[in-house]
């Protein structure tokens, strides 16, 4: 029996996720647990960090994906791959709550 842990189809891939007011960059790594994340438009520009996450398939295509960022700040996403959309929650080290909805197109 595989006990391997099944490897999230996004692993290898990068991303460019663009918010009203917020855009970043999702790298993750082949390993299918670590990314590497910069945000490059918006207030917290310049923002960036290697983080290990963790996902679950809610649909086809569309993946809940998981991380906290080195500054405790924590960030969920809802990524529609097939039609290119992302939800973003994320709550900063100061406690504030920030709810985005944007696009997601691979680099």
């Not at 999230?8 to 663009?18: D, I, L, M, N, T």
């Not at 960090?49 to 649909?59: C, D, I």
């Not at 998981?66 to 900063?92: A, K, M, P």
Request: hydrophobic share 35%; proline share 4%.
């Amino acid at each position: 029996m595989d006990m391997t842990p099944e490897l999230a189809p996004f692993a290898g891939k990068s991303f460019e996720v663009r918010y009203e007011g917020l855009t970043a960059l999702n790298i993750y790594a082949d390993d299918g647990v670590s990314m590497r994340y910069e945000i490059t438009e918006g207030p917290y520009a310049g923002a960036q960090g290697h983080v290990q996450y963790t996902w679950h398939q809610v649909a086809p295509r569309t993946y809940a994906i998981v991380w906290q960022e080195n500054d405790r700040s924590t960030v969920v996403h809802i990524d529609d791959f097939g039609n290119g959309t992302s939800l973003s929650f994320f709550t900063t080290a100061q406690l504030d709550l920030h709810r985005l909805q944007g696009s997601l197109r691979q680099l």
